[in-house]
């Protein structure tokens, strides 16, 4: 599966962005999606994770603020943002892995370039 994300831009603390995550291939439900983040200087970290069958999950540092939702019949994955802190900032990117959600990066093979959101204080 192809993946391709768009939607970062730059955004001020306590505003919200949606990201989103164009997924190729016939079989593209019956990957587990997720989302990762990448700061400058940091190792990448996964953000939040949803199955094929719409279970989702998320990071205790953005429980509550993001919502990650997908649309199957458009193969989309979405990365709803609110509250966004200056710590949020980051180049974002979503993974596919056949079946199995993990948040581990290195359990995903498929990536789509990242999408760099910026959160000004």
């Known amino acids: 599966v192809q993946l391709q994300a768009s939607g970062g831009g730059l955004v001020q603390a306590g505003g919200s962005l949606r990201l989103s995550c164009a997924a190729s291939g016939r079989t593209a439900n019956s990957y587990a999606m997720g989302w990762f983040r990448q700061a400058p200087g940091k190792e990448r970290e996964w953000v939040a994770g949803i199955s094929g069958a719409g279970s989702t999950h998320y990071a205790d540092s953005v429980k509550g603020r993001f919502t990650i939702s997908r649309d199957n019949a458009k193969n989309m994955v979405y990365l709803q943002m609110n509250n966004l802190k200056p710590e949020d900032t980051a180049n974002y990117y979503c993974?596919?892995?056949?079946?199995?959600?993990?948040?581990?990066?290195?359990?995903?093979?498929?990536w789509g370039q990242g999408t760099q959101v910026t959160v000004s204080s």
């Open positions: 993974a596919a892995r056949w079946m199995v959600m993990t948040a581990r990066p290195n359990d995903y093979s498929n």
